[in-house]
């Protein structure tokens, strides 16, 4: 039976695993593996959300391992170290528990077709302690860990008897992750009035947004970044555009012209990359920001049996430029792959990818929904907001909630979701 191992369980890994088993897995064609280092999926828009403690992994993500016995593939657990593209293998990193304990040795897994779909992280640009002294949102790890800081950061100013002390959150990078991580960290800050600390609000979080380009959201219309600026400042956000961080330390951010930034807890959100160790492999042609480039049917230009999608697929348009690292891109390109290998077993033929741009949205917690819809039938675009913005931002999560769980269960998981929403605690204080 040919095997299909699938390195990355994102929004585009996940979807692809969920696609190619109802096809080829449910016709016992394919033996189908989907590999990750983690245990949940989380929908990587919402780890912003994680960080901030309004949603629960529990109730909003999937477990790896069960969704895998339901749907005819199976889940490997692991980190990809090497791949023989000769002998068709990868190779997984020994488990290691967190005492130390090896829970699982190094594994070599053989493919007949293998998708990448590892991701991306972020990009700190060789700053100077940024590493050590800023959080990342790349995994739902990290999101986790940022958590606890906040909620340690948020009980240690509650129990301060100076009223006038605050916490000094930096935020390095203005695209849609920092934006919305922004508005959702003053939203907690007024939630955690109403559980156990009733000397906490929004008054005494102090929000520095920090971006090297022109304007916040760059790669945004102007006019949504003009909207998302303005409901910023009503929070009291104070965003510092065209200034670059030179140097970060344990008290906080160093700019470029010798300012200090003053921070309790610092944010890096600023650009992101495809991993280093794909460049380390030695078997792909990479861009600048080290994604794989790809043909037009997503295989690796270098080897016809990998494809590529997500973050870390180099896709270059007609027009020159890259299809960008975005969640409607992963959601297109496992449509095109998983297509594109049942073709493999079907002799059918293959298509060409093409991006489309359905537009971009901002979510700034509860406060406001900006965002853009690029017409089907011509270039243009129509701005919205409102009720209507967050109306067709939800509905992009649930268009991932259908292709991860097939319509029915789709449906279903939503509405308990809602439910859950009803009754459970605003805010996630663990």
């Not at 243009?380 to 509905?395: D, H, N, P, Q, T």
Request: glycine share 8%.
């Amino acid at each position: 039976m040919q095997k299909i191992v699938i390195v990355g369980g994102g929004a585009g890994g996940l979807e692809l695993a969920s696609r190619l088993s109802r096809t080829l897995g449910r016709k016992q064609q394919a033996e189908i593996t989907l590999v990750d280092r983690s245990r949940t999926h989380i929908w990587k828009p919402l780890l912003h959300e994680v960080a901030a403690g309004v949603i629960d992994k529990h109730s909003d993500g999937v477990d790896y391992a069960i969704h895998a016995a339901a749907h005819h593939y199976r889940f490997q657990l692991g980190e990809m170290c090497s791949l023989n593209a000769q002998e068709q293998t990868i190779t997984l990193s020994p488990l290691i528990d967190e005492d130390g304990t090896q829970v699982l040795p190094e594994r070599e897994i053989h493919y007949d077709q293998l998708v990448l779909a590892i991701g991306s992280v972020s990009n700190d640009f060789g700053t100077p302690g940024v590493a050590e002294n800023c959080y990342f949102l790349d995994s739902l790890k990290q999101a986790e860990r940022f958590h606890r800081a906040l909620l340690n950061q948020l009980i240690r100013i509650n129990q301060q008897e100076d009223k006038n002390a605050r916490i000094d959150v930096a935020i390095v990078g203005a695209g849609a992750t920092g934006t919305e991580l922004a508005a959702q960290l003053h939203h907690v800050a007024n939630l955690s009035k109403a559980y156990g600390m009733p000397d906490m609000s929004a008054s005494r979080l102090k929000i520095t947004i920090v971006e090297a380009g022109d304007r916040i959201l760059p790669a945004l219309p102007e006019r949504i970044a003009n909207s998302a600026r303005k409901a910023l400042h009503k929070l009291g956000v104070d965003i510092k555009e065209q200034t670059m961080v030179a140097k970060a330390d344990e008290k906080g951010l160093i700019t470029k012209d010798g300012s200090r930034i003053d921070a309790d807890l610092m944010v890096w959100a600023a650009g992101v990359k495809a991993p280093d160790f794909i460049t380390k492999l030695d078997l792909f042609e990479t861009n600048r920001a080290n994604q794989i480039l790809v043909d037009k049917q997503l295989r690796s230009s270098t080897h016809k049996n990998i494809w590529v999608l997500g973050d870390c697929c180099g896709f270059q348009q007609e027009n020159g430029k890259w299809v960008p690292p975005r969640a409607q891109s992963a959601h297109q390109m496992a449509d095109i792959v998983a297509h594109n290998i049942t073709s493999v077993f079907t002799q059918k033929g293959t298509k060409d990818f093409t991006y489309k741009d359905y537009g971009s949205l901002v979510h700034l917690s509860n406060y406001s929904t900006v965002g853009s819809l690029m017409g089907s039938l011509s270039n243009s675009s129509m701005f919205i907001e409102g009720r209507l913005a967050k109306l067709v931002y939800v509905s992009l999560y649930n268009m991932h909630q259908f292709a991860v769980h097939g319509k029915i269960k789709g449906t279903l998981k939503l509405l308990v979701k809602k439910l859950s929403n009803a009754i459970s605690p605003k805010l996630k204080l663990h």
